[in-house]
């Protein structure tokens, strides 16, 4: 078996390198001069290792992604850097492995190898360990329409993996209107502003100070008690809380706004699934059409799960919306207008207040599917991953 190694830099740089790691147990299996389509081309290649060749603050900024989004490829940073400001600067984006800019052929490869062999020790005990990150599940809940069922489905789908035994928490990422608190009947008091407010890069510890918790053990981080204190978050921010929250929950339940923002695309890379959401009017269809589109060239296609939040009756059939949307639905949600209303009126989610409605029966089965550990994509990506090949050897 070989170890796959993704080269990020300049085209020469890279062209040079690719010449000089000519091994029978090293491949290189791309090279990728756009730091902004690193993660694309992990989940492409299913690199092991990432040789970055500079380190330019884009270059950095990639590691760290790769460090909080692909943890089972390690990047490893070529540098002549010896002034210890700038060692520390790519040690802080979580970068384990800096070796000197000009070694010779024979040792880099020597260096790579052992580099892998270290990391696959690490994961193993990590998949061992009960704190492994590797369990979490990040489910996005998405749509690009407004008023879909969107935060229904996020905050239902939420309780109804808590009453399974599940450790969940719930971000609600939709800044400015967010409205989980009060589907929860939690007040707003510490909400997601307050927490970057006190931190501009949060930890574990910090973020789990703001979070509210609700009755059925969900946690929650709400959004901003003001619209305009939604624009101060950054996607970095964003992205860090799913990071650090990753080692103390089984799911990350994501409510997210109707928009293509930086916000959106950091949720999309974090996702172990979406929940794609529609309607099955023709208006909403062809927006989910659109939607999808963008949706499937920024995520894996086998992570979207296609959710219809409504009746479906006579007029459009299954296999009319599967056609035009290029997928099947996954699960259908049925309208509960009556069920859907009470439950926001009361602040009480409706699996728990209306328990026997239709509506209340597909949220549950929805979060079956999802709890039932029988998503391929799932599957796909442990086939793909360092530990496997390694445990197959
Ligand atoms: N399955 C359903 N049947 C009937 N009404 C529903 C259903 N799901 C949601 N609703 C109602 O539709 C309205 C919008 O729902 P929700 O807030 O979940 O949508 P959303 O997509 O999150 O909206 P936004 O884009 O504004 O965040 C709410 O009044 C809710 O009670
Ligand atoms: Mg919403």
Same mark, same amino acid.
């Given at each position: 078996?070989?170890?796959?190694?993704?080269?990020?830099?300049?085209?020469?740089?890279?062209?040079?390198?690719?010449?000089?790691?000519?091994?029978?147990?090293?491949?290189?299996?791309?090279?990728?001069?756009?730091?902004?389509?690193?993660?694309e081309?992990?989940?492409?290649?299913?690199?092991?290792?990432?040789?970055?060749?500079?380190t330019?603050?884009?270059?950095?900024?990639?590691?760290?992604?790769?460090?909080?989004?692909?943890?089972?490829?390690?990047?490893?940073?070529?540098?002549?850097?010896?002034?210890?400001?700038?060692?520390?600067?790519?040690?802080?984006?979580?970068? *384990?492995?800096?070796?000197?800019?000009q070694?010779?052929?024979?040792?880099?490869?020597?260096?790579?190898?052992?580099?892998?062999?270290?990391?696959?020790?690490?994961?193993?005990?990590?998949?061992?360990?009960?704190?492994?990150?590797?369990?979490?599940?990040?489910?996005?809940?998405?749509?690009?329409?407004?008023?879909?069922g969107?935060?229904?489905?996020?905050?239902?789908?939420a309780?109804?993996?808590?009453?399974?035994?599940?450790?969940?928490?719930?971000?609600?990422?939709?800044?400015?209107?967010?409205?989980?608190?009060?589907?929860?009947?939690?007040?707003?008091?510490?909400?997601?502003?307050?927490?970057?407010?006190?931190?501009?890069?949060?930890?574990?510890?910090?973020?789990?100070?703001?979070?509210?918790? *609700?009755?059925?053990?969900?946690?929650?981080?709400?959004?901003?008690?003001?619209?305009?204190?939604?624009?101060?978050?950054?996607?970095?921010?964003?992205?860090?809380?799913?990071?650090?929250?990753?080692?103390?929950?089984?799911?990350?339940?994501?409510?997210?706004?109707?928009?293509?923002?930086?916000i959106?695309?950091?949720?999309?890379?974090? !996702?172990?699934?979406?929940?794609?959401?529609?309607?099955?009017?023709i208006?909403?269809?062809?927006?989910?059409k659109?939607?999808?589109?963008?949706?499937? !060239?920024?995520?894996?296609?086998?992570?979207?799960?296609?959710?219809?939040?409504?009746?479906?009756?006579?007029?459009?059939r299954?296999?009319?919306? !599967?056609?035009?949307?290029?997928?099947?639905?996954?699960?259908?949600?049925? *309208?509960?207008?009556?069920?859907a209303?009470?439950?926001?009126?009361?602040?009480?989610?409706?699996?728990?207040?209306?328990?026997?409605?239709?509506?209340?029966k597909?949220?549950?089965?929805?979060?079956?599917?999802?709890?039932?550990?029988?998503?391929?994509?799932?599957?796909?990506?442990?086939?793909?991953?360092?530990?496997?090949?390694y445990?197959?050897?």
């Amino acid at each position: 078996m070989k170890v796959k190694v993704l080269l990020l830099g300049s085209e020469s740089e890279c062209q040079r390198l690719r010449i000089y790691l000519r091994d029978d147990e090293i491949s290189v299996v791309g090279i990728v001069s756009d730091e902004n389509r690193v993660l694309e081309e992990i989940s492409k290649t299913a690199a092991d290792l990432i040789l970055v060749t500079n380190t330019s603050p884009m270059s950095l900024r990639a590691c760290q992604q790769i460090y909080l989004l692909r943890p089972r490829s390690v990047p490893v940073v070529l540098t002549q850097e010896n002034d210890l400001d700038a060692l520390q600067k790519i040690i802080e984006t979580g970068v *384990h492995y800096i070796l000197p800019a000009q070694m010779e052929p024979a040792a880099l490869i020597s260096e790579l190898k052992g580099i892998f062999t270290n990391e696959v020790n690490r994961i193993l005990s990590l998949e061992n360990s009960s704190a492994s990150p590797s369990k979490s599940k990040v489910v996005l809940v998405f749509g690009t329409k407004g008023g879909i069922g969107k935060s229904t489905v996020a905050v239902n789908l939420a309780v109804k993996l808590a009453q399974r035994q599940n450790r969940v928490v719930i971000l609600d990422y939709s800044f400015q209107f967010g409205c989980v608190g009060t589907m929860l009947g939690l007040s707003n008091r510490s909400t997601i502003s307050e927490l970057v407010q006190e931190q501009v890069s949060p930890n574990a510890d910090l973020t789990r100070q703001f979070l509210a918790l *609700h009755s059925s053990g969900v946690s929650a981080l709400l959004a901003p008690n003001s619209p305009e204190d939604g624009a101060a978050i950054t996607a970095r921010q964003a992205e860090q809380i799913i990071s650090v929250l990753r080692v103390y929950y089984d799911y990350i339940i994501i409510d997210s706004a109707p928009v293509l923002n930086d916000i959106t695309t950091v949720c999309l890379d974090c !996702a172990s699934v979406i929940v794609f959401i529609t309607k099955c009017d023709i208006a909403s269809l062809r927006n989910a059409k659109k939607g999808l589109a963008i949706v499937e !060239a920024l995520a894996d296609s086998e992570k979207i799960k296609l959710v219809v939040c409504d009746d479906l009756n006579g007029q459009i059939r299954e296999s009319d919306i !599967a056609r035009v949307l290029s997928r099947p639905i996954w699960q259908v949600i049925p *309208h509960d207008y009556r069920a859907a209303t009470e439950a926001v009126n009361l602040g009480k989610p409706v699996v728990e207040s209306y328990p026997m409605s239709k509506l209340s029966k597909g949220l549950e089965q929805l979060a079956l599917k999802i709890d039932g550990g029988n998503l391929m994509d799932l599957k796909g990506a442990k086939k793909n991953s360092l530990i496997y090949k390694y445990k197959r050897r």
